[in-house]
């Protein structure tokens, strides 16, 4: 069974930077498409960011050049590396995999205040 496991959200101020966690088990995230998204009250979940199988990385709009997503294939685990950090970018961050289906993980909080 997958499981993902996000660890490194928390309160900071505007500006600030925060580094997720996310690992996983029960698979090797080498072969999967994985990434991040967010919820914020009331809004949509939104992608946040995704590394492709090959490697490949996307991002949403409003965080390209602020954010960083990566892979550590030895650990089985994706990062996310969130710089000038806005208060617009608080939310729940959930870890997302694909395996046959959505798998994701329990959401961290990253709150920031402005």
């Known amino acids: 069974q997958v499981q993902l496991v996000e660890s490194g959200g928390g309160l900071v101020q505007s500006g600030d930077s925060l580094r997720l966690s996310c690992e996983a088990s029960?698979?090797?995230?080498?072969?999967?498409?994985v990434g991040w998204f967010r919820q914020a009250p009331g809004k949509q979940r939104e992608r946040v960011a995704r590394?492709?199988?090959?490697?490949?990385?996307t991002y949403g709009d409003s965080v390209k050049g602020r954010f960083t997503i990566s892979r550590d294939d030895a650990k089985n685990t994706i990062y996310l590396q969130m710089d000038s950090l806005k208060p617009e970018d608080s939310g729940v961050y959930y870890c997302?995999?694909?395996?046959?289906?959505?798998?994701w993980g329990q959401g961290t909080q990253v709150t920031v205040s402005s």
């Open positions: 029960g698979t090797i995230i080498g072969n999967k498409i």
């Open positions: 590394i492709s199988i090959g490697g490949t990385i």
């Open positions: 997302w995999a694909w395996a046959t289906g959505n798998v």
